[in-house]
Each structure stands twice: as structure tokens, then as C-alpha cells.
Nanobody, 129 residues
Framework: QVQLVESGGGSVEAGGSLRLSCQAS????????MSWFRRAPGKERESVAG?????????VESVKGRFTISLDNNQNTLNVHLQMNSLKPEDTAIYYC?????????????????????WGQGAQVTVST
């Protein structure tokens, strides 16, 4: 089992920045990929960005050039971060961290929700005009 805890959400004005972090604990040896998804009010969950232990990343088109996903893969910890710059009101959503139970491929496969087994509780991000 893997437990995920997100932190770093909050409110910011358009054009501002926020950094989300997600700490994975438990049996993380089999976790090869981590990702961020989001659910905006009244909309379905969508992928945002994914990364694997080799550092390969993938982003949804709407956040390319603004968001950066990174992975801390130290001996005893596995953390994924999402640096969000140039935030827009349409980025307002609950952001969820996700971790795989094995390999999940590369490229756009990193953005498939079905590749992920473990999910965090979510962190609210609100961007005002």
C-alpha cells in the first residue's frame, strides 16, 4: 500500500505561482510513475502532468510551458512536486496526486488515470482574476 499526502494548495491571483507537493509513504518500491490530476468545479477529472523514475515527463497541452513536474527519489522518500507558474482562473480545481503500482510507460501514457492505483485526498487551488 502507498499513502499519498498533498500540500501546498491555496489561493493566488492570476499570473501568480503555487507549488504543490505530494509525499508518498508505505511500500513505494513498486511505484514507477507519479502524476497530478485535477477536477474543476462542474467538470470531469483531467490529467495535468506525469513523471516516471527515469525523469521522463508528460504534460497536458493546456499547462505546457507553465507547469513543471519533478520527482524526489531519495533512499527513504518519494515526493512529487508541481510548480505552477502564470496561473489562470481556469486552473482553479482540486489537484490530486497519483502513484502507480508498477510501470506505466512513457509519453502520453503517463497521463492515463488507469495507470495509477493510489490517489491522494486532493489540494484546492484557487486562482482569482
Amino acid at each position: 500500500q502507498v499513502q499519498l499526502v498533498e500540500s501546498g494548495g491555496g489561493s493566488v491571483e492570476a499570473g501568480g505561482s503555487l507549488r504543490l507537493s505530494c509525499q508518498a509513504s508505505g511500500t513505494t518500491d513498486g511505484t514507477y510513475c507519479m502524476s497530478w490530476f485535477r477536477r474543476a468545479p462542474g467538470k470531469e477529472r483531467e490529467s495535468v502532468a506525469g513523471i516516471n523514475r527515469d525523469g521522463l515527463t508528460s504534460y497536458v497541452e493546456s499547462v505546457k510551458g507553465r507547469f513543471t513536474i519533478s520527482l524526489d527519489n531519495n533512499q527513504n522518500t518519494l515526493n512529487v512536486h508541481l510548480q505552477m507558474n502564470s496561473l489562470k482562473p481556469e486552473d482553479t480545481a482540486i489537484y490530486y496526486c497519483a502513484a502507480s503500482a508498477g510501470d506505466c510507460g512513457t509519453g502520453w501514457r503517463l497521463l492515463w488515470a488507469s495507470r495509477y492505483t493510489y490517489w491522494g485526498q486532493g489540494a484546492q487551488v484557487t486562482v482569482s482574476t
